[in-house]
């Protein structure tokens, strides 16, 4: 059997990596024990079967005694069955281990993961979080499946055998521990070769990977500007590289095997040349010659499962170390103690808390004394010298001072990276300022706990995202409450309703690949559907209709202004003439804000916004 390829690294902390492991394995004793004690018994029948050679070849064969050997022969079948059967049982009940361990992990994983902060994600791409939940829980899932009990029985079996042909005969055991030590040796150094080439044959195979899926999706640009041949030759050195380094790797994994027999086979004659001159010169009998020689053909296995598992088993701490880094993350620090409620209002204008639906919404806000106070959820947002950077030697937001009532409309303008998306992030407090304060119906942001903050805000980006399931699905994703009156409401608001009953099926049209079957812009209205139909205070429309052509756009704000009606809206925009009927625009640069006021005012001054307006300035 070829052996499998590691190509992972061993963990930094073993010690640490066992012990978060040992965690779950710790879960599962019971059936973890049964495990180890089949193996136990599946590899003791294996090395009492050979064994008995001993007395079958001495008390039974030699004597002739056809009774006894017949007798010999059933109790060595049966001790064989026994060890059949515990493999058999003790492979079922790992592989139902293996996974429920597998899943209790990648349920704390995820679990752990939507905890942590923005930030981490800004940090770690998508593609190192899902390899935590793809390669490096498949390897400890594969490790768990096929290594686990492999290594248990192969250690046995070593032991076993080693103690065994030692009590048969101390010197042709001497000659037998050299050829271990060989098979050892040469399966160490081909390992560590192979695994070299295996690690350049992935990066190769990576890059080549890349190089595809890249010219797969730039196909139009590929085909406009005629670079085919290009790509194609720059195709043929890629894949040349990949070629040469599966055959050096290639080459070092098929020697293990075929070089390891034949050392045993070596080692299996000279045993037996030189112990049939002990057996004649009675240093040792037949029947333990027999048996001896057994236990010797049959090492070879265990030796090189054994170097192949541990380091499957390394390979597998590794990625298990990787998963345990990310779930000790710090999650998100939340020490908010104000929470959203239903309220139910009084003809006197008194609220009171209550359990069903009623569409409107207090703060919970409790105080010191014990009290606790209900503040109407309007949708007050107030910044007071903030000073914001995503780094504490970098700002990004420098005394940032606004105000937004309900109802107002504020608009966000200037070139990019001038700190428009900062700001509303700091709304919802994706990230925590360095200084200053951010007020929300007059109680600090700080004090609410953010997932009442978020419930009470809608956010529409530019980079829209949906999910698998239906276009009802995706729209109802904003209020999980909604009818589908309410859904086909939001539709029409956002100017969705007319394009999504010309499709097939209409809202009950499946959505795959993060909406690959709708244009872009389909897709943007859909984004906005969602968010109107969870009727927030404050709305953060981030260039939320970027993707629409201006006709849309137009429809899309006429329908939005009746969602506006009494609602604290933020709104970034390229285009100005988005932003003409917002109550305030604020014009920022390099983290300040340089100018503030209607669009009427800012024209008037002729700073900044009047250079852009008028195209004597443009955003970068």
């Keep these: 059997m070829a052996a499998r390829q590691i190509t992972g690294k061993k963990p930094k902390n073993m010690k640490k990596t066992l012990s978060a492991f040992f965690s779950y394995l710790g879960r599962h004793k019971i059936a973890l024990s049964l495990v180890a ?38 109790w060595m079948a049966v001790v064989y069955g026994i060890g059949v059967l515990c493999s058999l049982l003790y492979n079922q009940l790992m592989v139902h281990v293996a996974q429920t361990i597998t899943k209790e992990i990648r349920k704390d994983l995820f679990d752990h993961m939507q905890t942590l902060p923005i930030r981490y994600f800004d940090s ?48 042709l055991s001497c000659i037998v521990m050299i050829a271990f030590l060989a098979m050892y040796l040469f399966i160490q150094y081909s390992g560590k070769k192979s695994k070299y080439y295996f690690n350049h044959q992935q990066a190769a195979m990576g890059k080549l990977n890349g190089f595809i899926e890249e010219m797969v999706e730039g196909v139009k640009v590929v085909k406009v500007f005629n670079h085919e041949l290009q790509n194609f030759d720059e195709f043929e050195v890629r894949n040349e590289r990949l070629r040469m380094a599966a055959t050096s790797a290639l080459t070092y994994s098929g020697r293990t095997i075929p070089v390891v027999v034949s050392i045993s086979y070596f080692n299996y004659a000279l045993v037996a040349c030189i112990g049939g001159f002990f057996a004649i010169g009675g240093l040792i009998d037949l029947g333990s010659l027999a048996s001896y020689l057994v236990f010797v053909r049959q090492t070879a296995m265990p030796i090189n499962s054994f170097t192949q598992q541990l ?39 008194t609220m009171e808390a209550c359990e069903e639906y009623t569409g409107k919404w207090a703060w919970k806000h409790p105080h010191p004394d014990g009290s606790i106070e209900l503040v109407r959820l309007c949708g007050d947002v107030r910044f007071e010298n903030v000073n914001f950077g995503y780094e504490s030697n970098h700002p990004i937001l420098k005394n940032i001072n606004l105000y937004a009532k309900p109802g107002q409309k504020i608009a966000f303008v200037g070139a990019t990276g001038a700190g428009k998306t900062t700001i509303t992030n700091l709304i919802n407090r994706f990230y925590d300022i360095s200084s200053g304060t951010i007020t929300y119906d007059g109680i600090d942001v700080k004090l609410i706990k953010k997932d009442d903050l978020r419930r009470s805000l809608s956010v529409v980006l530019q980079d829209t ?156």
């Excluded at 791409?125 to 248990?152: C, E, K, R, Y």
Aim: net charge negative; proline share 3%.
């Design 37 to 74: 004690v089949m193996v136990v018994i599946s590899a003791g029948a294996n090395l009492w079967g050979t064994y008995m050679l001993k007395p079958i070849v001495n008390q039974y064969i030699i004597p002739h005694d056809v009774t006894g050997l017949i007798q010999a022969v059933i």
């Design 124 to 171: 770690h791409t998508h593609g190192d979080v899902m390899s935590h939940f793809t390669n490096d829980l498949d390897t400890i899932q594969d490790a768990l499946n096929n290594s686990f009990a492999p290594l248990i029985q192969s250690t046995i079996m070593i032991t076993g055998t080693i103690i065994i042909i030692f009590s048969f005969n101390w010197q």
């Design 311 to 349: 380091n499957f088993v390394l390979a597998a701490m590794a990625g298990a170390e990787r998963i345990f880094e990310m779930m000790e993350e710090i999650p998100e620090v939340d020490d908010g103690l104000v929470t959203l409620t239903r309220v139910h209002e009084h003809p006197d204008g």
């Design 465 to 620: 995202h949906l999910f698998t399931g239906t276009i009802a699905d995706n729209i109802r994703y904003g209020n999980l409450h909604a009818s589908m009156e309410d859904v086909v409401e939001a539709a029409k608001l956002a100017n969705a309703h007319s394009f999504i009953k010309r499709l097939p099926d209409g809202y009950d049209t499946m959505l795959s690949g993060d909406g690959a079957n709708l244009s872009q812009g389909q897709r943007q209205l859909l984004a906005i559907a969602r968010a109107a139909i969870a009727k927030p205070p404050v709305l953060i429309l981030d260039e939320a209709t970027s993707s629409v052509d201006i006709r849309t756009e137009k429809l899309i704000e006429k329908g939005m202004d009746s969602l506006m009606e009494n609602r604290t809206v933020f709104v970034i925009a390229h285009r100005l003439s988005t932003v003409r009927n917002a109550k305030a625009i604020m014009v920022l640069d390099h983290g300040k804000i340089i100018e503030r006021g209607d669009h009427e005012e800012l024209l008037k001054q002729k700073g900044r916004y009047y250079q852009l307006y008028t195209g004597q300035f443009e955003l970068d």
